[in-house]
């Protein structure tokens, strides 16, 4: 995916396409910390921890973890492997970090990257320092799977743990134009396809398990039993929804069509006999009995490398929520799709001078933008109020839960933590960042404690069915935003 234009970054002042369901409004790309740059930044993660830090991937080989804070000058280097990472390819390198989801009591992550000698694709596993947690032990590796790489380009490279528990791993078909090897429709190979695996078991000679529900378990025809779907030229970035467990892959096409597919288990998303809903090879004799079909495609008129993103979750800009956003990396356009499982539209939301090479979240759900200009970006809040640049999020202070019930009516309760005494309050704001109610929980002492919200606004009056965004201020902080939903 990753293409050898680089163009520098132009001022950013973008308006939201016409026809769109956010309105008239403006979105806007903001620098996320101005005061860090890097070197062409291919993934950004968060550890799940409650540590509040943010991890980006450089494709040369190392990895950056830093506090997420708009205004954080100091960069620590969590891992450095140049040594072991060729990224003599524009589309090589290393080229992603997934962390275990019991990280916060195990210390463990995955990496995905391109070794030489020969070529090939590297999945390994690191042990974080035990004394220094925004350090790795660069001698703790234990390689899980290496698959080798026919030609520089289509590496795929994204690792990321499912709701289910299990590593996915995306792999390229191996590169080159039109898949010389048909490796997308060979199951014998794991090129061209989306795995799963146990990272908590082995088998056999394995370094790590096979789940014992993988489509091709126990198949007689020499079919790779890790492989989850197949059919894929290049998919370059895929990510779960939260809230529906939906996988959703971006697949890179070949000269004409680009592609998104929600994946499923066991499915054959049509690469070479197909790229986009088009016949490819040979047009002539395109059998599509089996295939899977994308959901969305552009031709190579509106861009030419599909960025995949993430359904966007986060608390600032509430008219994206439910909705994938994705980019182009040869053009900088930022799209949002909106498919109900079966119909999609599709809002064009900037059109930017970016190579974007990825998208994350943080532990808010909150959506950041990788760009080849060396910075990372995040849309402006559109809901007022709610980042507060006169006070610093510190998770060391406070903790802030998810309320409960959720949805609830007529009256949900909002835990939190505090590690120190503060004076606290609540605040409840709508939907378009009005701030509502304000429910001061007074001076308190360190510990575990809740306050209770009715659905009624400061006056007294009960509000109305929707959305509602909360937060927790205290002395010296403000909390992150967290949603909960009232019905009537």
């Not at 698959?147 to 289509?154: A, E, G, L, M, R």
């Not at 489509?215 to 025809?221: A, E, I, K, L, R």
């Not at 009995?289 to 599909?306: A, F, R």
């Amino acid at each position: 995916m990753i293409c050898a234009r680089f163009t520098a970054y132009l001022a950013l002042s973008l308006c939201l396409a016409c026809g769109s369901t956010a309105g008239s409004s403006q979105l806007e790309l903001e620098v996320a910390f101005p005061n860090l740059s890097f070197v062409r930044p291919v993934d950004l993660q968060h550890p799940g921890d409650g540590s509040n830090r943010l991890f980006v991937v450089e494709q040369r080989g190392i990895i950056w973890v830093f506090e997420n804070q708009t205004g954080v000058t100091v960069k620590k280097k969590f891992l450095d492997i140049q040594d072991r990472v060729d990224d003599s390819g524009n589309e090589m390198g290393l080229l992603g970090l997934a962390f275990h989801p019991d990280f916060e009591t195990n210390g463990l992550f995955f990496v995905d990257y391109t070794a030489g000698n020969p070529r090939h694709t590297v999945v390994s596993r690191f042990q974080v320092s035990t004394t220094n947690p925004d350090s790795a032990d660069k001698n703790s590796e234990l390689i899980l799977l290496t698959v080798n790489q026919p030609y520089s380009n289509h590496n795929g490279g994204q690792i990321a743990f499912g709701p289910d528990g299990y590593l996915y791993i995306s792999l390229g078909d191996g590169g080159l134009a039109g898949d010389p090897q048909n490796n997308g429709q060979n199951r014998a190979t794991l090129l061209g396809s989306l795995l799963r695996i146990d990272v908590n078991t082995t088998s056999g000679n394995l370094n790590y398990g096979i789940p014992a529900d993988n489509p091709f378990v126990g198949n007689t025809n020499g079919w790779r039993e890790e492989i989850f779907a197949y059919g894929l030229r290049n998919m370059w970035r895929f990510s779960f929804d939260p809230e529906t467990g939906w996988l959703w892959g971006a697949d890179v096409g070949q000269d004409a069509w680009e592609e998104i597919d929600l994946i499923r288990k066991g499915k054959n998303y049509g690469w070479r006999i197909m790229e986009g809903l088009h016949c490819f090879n040979p047009p002539s004799n395109c059998d599509t009995t089996g295939l899977e079909m994308p959901i969305w495609e552009y031709s190579h008129s509106q861009g030419q490398s599909i960025t995949g993103g993430f359904v966007y979750r986060g608390p600032s800009v509430p008219e994206l929520t439910g909705k994938y956003v994705y980019a182009d990396f040869v053009n900088g356009r930022i799209w949002a799709l909106t498919y109900d499982g079966t119909s999609a539209s599709n809002q064009l939301l900037m059109d930017t001078n970016l190579n974007i090479a990825s998208f994350g979240v943080d532990a808010q759900n909150e959506l950041y933008i990788c760009a080849f200009d060396g910075k990372i970006y995040r849309f402006k809040p559109t809901v007022t109020g709610l980042r507060d640049p006169g006070k610093t999020p510190q998770p060391t202070t406070y903790s802030l839960g998810v309320n409960y019930p959720n949805p609830f009516n007529p009256e949900t309760r909002i835990p939190f933590f505090l590690a120190m005494p503060s004076s606290v309050r609540l605040e409840v704001f709508d939907g378009q960042g009005k701030l509502i109610r304000t429910i001061p929980a007074g001076s308190l002492n360190a510990g575990n404690h809740q306050v209770s919200w009715d659905g009624t606004d400061n006056r007294g009056e009960a509000v109305g069915s929707g959305i509602y965004l909360y937060r927790l201020v205290g002395e010296g902080f403000v909390s992150q935003v967290r949603k909960m939903v009232l019905v009537r």
